[in-house]
């Protein structure tokens, strides 16, 4: 099997669609030797801001000198960005053998009457059995959806379960209340262990408390209290906080928005737990230095910077919040240009109400996935806003479109959906190339 079989195997298997339980992720692993019971496992969980703290906390124990996996999805422009070590994505050569090991394995399931496993099961125990065949000294691990039920849950004993902030999404999985959802979330925290999450809301809080209490699990709560944001751009921001006790003055970080501080400092509270709770030597330099050096495409990223082009991930009503503070704290001097696109089941008044009000043109599109909205269905769905509102269908159009109508000192905003990022991701880049190369 070829790295281009392999993705087509993977592809394949979206049509079993999500089905939260972990029987058939426990019968696929235990086939491969149960690798999760050979890793040292960071679990984080949460609504948003799950990939950015993952990513803050690898950059951080990889700059310290550990050899660090990191799991996340889904990808923003190619499959192999979403199994990691020490930066490194994985090879293509070595995910195309493993996935065909793992097919083997899923073939010997099925001849033993077991369900066939979803596409999210068979990537998240490829990338545990990659974690464990190069012997890291960490993994860290993103829930896909929900915790409880979710494919990731089959670690046991991990060193520590992270919940970042907590709303409402996926609610056709994982209910209609703030505390159903938290419950899902919670159903990472395991015996004895130790918890680090936001301070959410008072409905999910109480049901983060409740379970790490009923679970004998000792639970930190990162402070905001004394944080002192300096200054924060597009470019960098910089800010003081006290975490567990120590004071950090002056840290830098390299993504823009302020709510990347706050994934911060949810990062940094794991850090300290790590080296109380587990004595994990982690010095200060290398908490700065990861910190400074951590990258995470699709998060309030530029990507040109004539016209000034940003591209974002949020796509639900927490994510939406945050891009709006952004907007109007680092975009208020630019005319910008907005491209979207979202999937149909989200909720896309509420996410959008966020947004449109500040946007000067809008560009409605499609993105590549089955469950999208098709443009001229999302530019019914704005017209109420009163914007100019153009419809292209496809993201490629869309982009150039946007570059188009923008002048050099205005700004274009991607968001709306991670499966638009990618092609727009690549579009605008490839168009650089092909202009440098004229």
């Given at each position: 099997?070829?790295y281009?079989?392999?993705?087509?195997?993977?592809?394949?298997?979206?049509?079993?669609?999500?089905?939260?339980?972990?029987d058939?992720?426990q019968?696929?692993?235990?086939?491969l030797g149960?690798p999760?019971k050979?890793?040292?496992?960071i679990?984080v969980?949460?609504t948003n801001g799950?990939?950015?703290?993952?990513?803050?906390i690898?950059?951080?124990?990889?700059?310290?000198?550990y050899k660090?996996?990191?799991?996340?999805?889904?990808y923003?422009?190619?499959f192999t960005e979403?199994?990691?070590?020490n930066?490194e994505?994985?090879?293509?050569?070595?995910?195309?053998?493993?996935?065909?090991?793992v097919?083997?394995?899923?073939?010997?399931?099925l001849?033993e009457?077991?369900?066939?496993?979803?596409?999210?099961e068979?990537e998240?125990a490829?990338?545990l059995?990659?974690?464990?065949?190069?012997?890291?000294d960490?993994?860290?691990?993103?829930v896909?959806m929900?915790?409880?039920l979710?494919?990731?849950?089959v670690?046991?004993t991990?060193?520590l379960?992270?919940?970042t902030?907590?709303?409402?999404?996926?609610?056709?999985?994982l209910?209609?209340?703030?505390?159903?959802i938290?419950?899902?979330k919670?159903?990472?925290?395991k015996?004895?262990?130790?918890?680090?999450s936001?301070p959410?809301?008072?409905?999910?809080?109480?049901v983060?408390?409740?379970?790490?209490k009923?679970r004998?699990?000792?639970?930190i709560?990162?402070?905001y209290?004394?944080?002192?944001?300096?200054?924060?751009?597009?470019?960098?921001?910089?800010?003081?906080?006290?975490v567990?006790?120590n004071i950090?003055?002056?840290?830098?970080i390299?993504?823009?928005g302020?709510h990347q501080?706050?994934n911060?400092?949810?990062?940094?509270?794991?850090l300290?737990a790590?080296k109380?709770?587990?004595?994990?030597?982690?010095?200060?330099?290398?908490?700065y230095k990861?910190?400074?050096h951590?990258?995470?495409?699709?998060?309030?990223?530029v990507i040109?910077?004539?016209?000034?082009?940003?591209i974002?991930?949020a796509?639900?009503?927490?994510?939406?919040k945050?891009?709006?503070k952004?907007?109007?704290?680092l975009?208020?001097?630019?005319?910008?240009t907005?491209v979207?696109?979202?999937?149909?089941?989200k909720?896309?008044k509420?996410?959008?109400?966020h947004?449109?009000?500040?946007?000067?043109?809008?560009?409605?599109?499609k993105?590549?996935?089955?469950?999208a909205?098709?443009?001229e269905?999302?530019?019914?769905?704005?017209?109420?806003?009163?914007k100019?509102i153009?419809?292209?269908k496809?993201?490629?159009?869309?982009?150039?479109?946007a570059?188009?109508?923008t002048e050099?000192?205005?700004?274009?905003?991607?968001?709306g959906?991670?499966?638009?990022?990618g092609?727009?991701r690549?579009?605008?880049?490839g168009?650089?190339?092909?202009?440098?190369?004229?």
């Open positions: 099997m070829n281009q079989q392999a993705i087509h195997y993977i592809e394949s298997t979206y049509i079993y669609g999500s089905k939260p339980g972990l058939t992720i019968s696929l692993l235990k086939l149960n999760q050979d890793l040292k496992i679990h969980a949460g799950k990939g950015s703290t993952s990513s803050f690898h950059s951080v124990l990889k700059t310290a000198g660090v996996g990191l799991y996340t999805s889904p923003i422009v190619e979403c199994i990691q070590i930066g994505k994985i090879h293509e050569e070595r995910l195309a053998a493993n996935i065909a090991t097919k083997e394995k899923i073939e010997f399931m001849k009457g077991e369900n066939h496993p979803t596409a999210f068979i998240t490829i990338a059995w990659y974690f464990a065949q190069d012997n890291v960490f993994a860290i691990v993103e896909g929900g915790g409880r979710d494919a990731t849950n670690v046991d991990p060193l379960s992270v919940i902030p907590i709303d409402y999404d996926h609610m056709g999985f209910g209609n209340t703030l505390e159903e938290a419950f899902e919670a159903g990472i925290i015996e004895n262990s130790y918890v680090v936001h959410q809301q008072a409905e999910a809080m109480e983060i408390k409740s379970v790490s009923e004998k699990s000792k639970l709560i990162t402070s209290e004394n944080l002192d944001i300096q200054h924060s751009t597009i470019e960098e921001q910089q800010f003081s906080v006290e567990l006790g950090y003055e002056n840290i830098r390299s993504l823009a302020t501080i706050y911060c400092c949810m990062a940094l509270t794991a300290e790590l109380k709770y587990h004595a994990i030597d982690i010095s200060q330099e290398a908490i990861g910190l400074y951590n990258k995470w495409i699709g998060r309030l990223e040109n910077k004539n016209p000034l082009t940003i974002d991930g796509h639900n009503l927490q994510g939406a945050a891009l709006q952004s907007v109007e704290a975009l208020k001097e630019y005319g910008v907005f979207v696109g979202m999937l149909k089941d909720d896309i509420g996410v959008l109400k947004l449109i009000p500040l946007m000067d043109r809008i560009i409605v599109t993105p590549n996935n089955p469950r909205m098709e443009a269905d999302l530019a019914k769905e704005l017209a109420d806003f009163g100019d153009y419809v292209c496809t993201v490629r159009e869309a982009v150039n479109k570059y188009e109508i050099a000192s205005d700004a274009v905003l991607v968001a959906s991670l499966y638009l990022l092609e727009a690549s579009v605008i880049l168009n650089q190339s092909a202009n440098k190369k004229n």
